[in-house]
Nanobody, 121 residues
Framework: QVQLVESGGGVVQAGGSLRLSCAASGRTFSSYPMGWFCQAPGKEREFVAA????????YLADSVKGRFTISRDNPKNTVYLQMNSLKPEDTAVYYCAAGEYATSPRKYDYWGQGTQVTVSS
């Protein structure tokens, strides 16, 4: 079992930055690939970024490449999403998840409660 708690969301102006954190409980965190997803009102949950269990491989959605970075600190049981050059269309609830190294939310077994990111124009 892995429990996930996101933090770091908030309101930021377009062009600004935020760093989301996802703290995990459970001794098996380091064995799980991790992902970040976002969901805007009325839309389906969308893939943002994924990172392998070791942190050696990462994959980003085309819409965030060059702006977002995913990383993890296994001794701290934490995964991060650094979000730069934010746009109003990035506004959504952001979720971290533990599961497979994949882009489909169906491949992830554990989810956090989400953190709201709002980008004003």
């Amino acid at each position: 079992q892995v429990q996930l708690v996101e933090s770091g969301g908030g309101v930021v102006q377009a062009g600004g930055s935020l760093r989301l954190s996802c703290a995990a409980s459970g001794r098996t965190f380091s064995s799980y690939p991790m992902g970040w997803f976002c969901q805007a009102p009325g839309k389906e949950r969308e893939f943002v970024a994924a990172i392998s269990w070791s942190g050696g491989s990462t994959y980003l959605a085309d819409s965030v490449k060059g702006r977002f970075t995913i990383s993890r600190d296994n001794p701290k049981n934490t995964v991060y999403l650094q979000m730069n050059s934010l746009k109003p269309e990035d506004t959504a609830v952001y979720y971290c998840a533990a599961g497979e190294y994949a882009t489909s939310p169906r491949k992830y077994d554990y989810w956090g409660q989400g953190t709201q990111v709002t980008v004003s124009s």
